[in-house]
């Protein structure tokens, strides 16, 4: 046992002490996946302002929040701004923090409702009845092939699985930071160092 874990270590130390110059990638990614979903959400919230407004406040077809005026322009522009903060990794830490709290929002107004899956299980018996259905119909009245040419049809569960991820990745970037050589964080960090 002793000599097995003497080869493992040994390569593990010559491996991943190497991978330490590089662990700006995974801040980078992070931050590059997210910027995609954060702006599209946010100037879609921004460009139909009223009728985000109208969602959050309405009680009965929306989310009924308090304040639904001061919170669409909040969740829009934190979601935009944020997005562009985060392709330049710049106050990385301080904007995961509003960020992470629409995911909250996010997860427990919108989404809790539907349970975990952001698609629905097509092998569930009720959900593969109505896909088929759904795809019978299309057969026989659309033009499925091209309907389909970008991809199959699924149901939307709309369950907290997408907001939980991104707040996960929130999360992590709370901790890691922009990254390493990777963020305009990481060079205003050198430029001016943090003092005692």
Same mark, same amino acid.
């Given at each position: 046992?002793n000599a097995l874990a003497t080869w493992y270590y040994s390569? !593990?130390?010559?491996?991943?002490?190497?991978?330490?110059?590089?662990? %700006? *990638?995974?801040?980078?990614?992070? =931050?590059?996946?997210?910027?995609?979903?954060?702006?599209?959400a946010g100037t879609k919230k921004i460009a139909g302002i009223?009728?985000?407004?109208?969602?959050?406040?309405?009680?009965?077809?929306?989310?009924?929040?308090?304040?639904p005026e001061l919170l669409a322009y909040l969740a829009a522009?934190?979601?935009?701004?944020?997005?562009?903060?985060? *392709?330049?990794?710049?106050?990385? =830490?301080?904007?995961?923090?509003?960020?992470?709290?629409?995911?909250?929002?996010?997860?427990?107004?919108? !989404?809790? %409702?539907? @349970?975990?899956? /952001?698609?629905?299980?097509?092998?569930?018996? #009720?959900?593969?009845?109505?896909?088929?259905? /759904?795809?019978?119909?299309?057969? #026989? !009245? %659309? +033009?499925?092939?091209? $309907?389909?040419?970008?991809? +199959?049809?699924?149901?939307? &569960? &709309? @369950?907290?699985?997408?907001?939980?991820?991104? *707040? $996960?990745?929130?999360?992590?970037?709370?901790?890691?930071? %922009? @990254?390493?050589?990777?963020?305009?964080?990481?060079?205003?960090?050198?430029?001016?160092?943090?003092?005692?």
């Amino acid at each position: 046992m002793n000599a097995l874990a003497t080869w493992y270590y040994s390569i !593990h130390n010559a491996i991943f002490p190497r991978l330490q110059y590089l662990d %700006g *990638l995974a801040p980078l990614a992070i =931050r590059l996946y997210l910027v995609p979903v954060f702006w599209m959400a946010g100037t879609k919230k921004i460009a139909g302002i009223d009728n985000t407004i109208e969602w959050f406040g309405n009680p009965d077809w929306g989310l009924g929040l308090p304040f639904p005026e001061l919170l669409a322009y909040l969740a829009a522009y934190t979601e935009a701004i944020g997005a562009l903060l985060l *392709l330049l990794g710049l106050a990385t =830490r301080w904007i995961s923090v509003p960020l992470m709290v629409t995911m909250l929002v996010a997860i427990f107004a919108v !989404h809790w %409702g539907q @349970g975990w899956a /952001a698609i629905a299980d097509s092998s569930a018996q #009720e959900v593969a009845v109505r896909l088929g259905t /759904a795809k019978e119909l299309l057969r #026989e !009245h %659309g +033009n499925y092939s091209w $309907l389909t040419e970008k991809g +199959n049809f699924v149901i939307l &569960n &709309n @369950g907290i699985e997408f907001a939980v991820t991104y *707040l $996960l990745m929130l999360f992590t970037l709370l901790f890691s930071g %922009g @990254g390493r050589f990777t963020s305009v964080d990481y060079y205003l960090s050198r430029l001016w160092p943090a003092r005692p």
